[in-house]
């Protein structure tokens, strides 16, 4: 059983490659439960412009998401692709895309049938994570995991990614390609002055060395999320 897509091939290059992960609903999208209509998918501020500052910068963009209403029976993997396909769809407008989808359609306790069942991909296990660094060829230590909840703190760490943690501020990502601590994703290459930093913070690599207000927004972010439907 075919779990996942892909929208690019890993290159040919033995080069590791950084990526940054990205969670789904509430860190790319407005979280809505169990959200699977294209019609009620609608972008964070920000997040199309972080996206395409992320891969000019050189990282692959990784959506990693569990969508338990498979397993609840709420709708099918064939509705997740046709959302992940309207996702592209929506960021090409912005000139941009994501380098691959991968989900966890199961549930330890809920729903029935094959995709009820304890699973190595549902976040915070590091599954998915670990299945498109094997895909891409990614280095994960340095490599990056974006999201709001406790679980996708949990799936990074358990995977050796960095991101956000509790506990102490976190690092810039060095950017690939480039040196210093100013360079890409806060400032458009070659594009003629300073762009803002995108707005929607879950998108973003943690900024640096600013002391504790990250990761303390990270983590009550978590809690407040810890109880979500996904
Ligand atoms: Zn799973």
Same mark, same amino acid.
């Given at each position: ?107 330890? #306790? ?55 943690? #509790? ?54 972010? #978590? ?8």
């Amino acid at each position: 059983m075919n779990m996942t897509s892909r929208t690019t091939s890993p290159l040919d290059s033995p080069v590791p490659r950084r990526a940054v992960f990205l969670d789904r609903d509430g860190t790319i999208n407005e979280e809505k439960d169990y959200l699977w209509r294209t019609e009620d998918f609608v972008f964070i501020p920000g997040a199309p412009e972080a996206i395409r500052r992320l891969r000019e910068a050189g990282y692959l963009v990784i959506v990693v998401t569990n969508q338990s209403g498979v397993a609840r029976g709420y709708f099918g993997m064939a509705e997740v692709e046709a959302l992940h396909r309207h996702m592209q769809r929506e960021l090409a407008r912005f000139g941009t895309a994501v380098d691959g989808f991968y989900v966890c359609p199961h549930h330890p #306790t809920a729903g029935r049938g094959e995709y009820r069942r304890e699973c190595d991909c549902r976040k915070g296990r590091p599954g998915l994570l670990l299945q498109a660094a094997a895909e891409h060829g990614i280095d994960l230590a340095n490599s990056f995991m974006v999201g709001d909840k406790r679980a996708d703190v949990e799936a990074g760490r358990r995977a050796g990614a960095r991101g956000p943690r #509790t506990g102490g501020p976190a690092r810039a990502p060095p950017a690939a390609g480039r040196r210093g601590p100013a360079a890409a994703p806060r400032r458009a290459p070659g594009g003629g002055g300073p762009v803002r930093p995108p707005r929607a913070r879950p998108t973003r690599p943690p900024p640096p060395a600013r002391p504790a207000a990250p990761p303390a927004r990270a983590a009550s972010a #978590t809690r407040r999320r810890n109880t979500a439907s996904s």
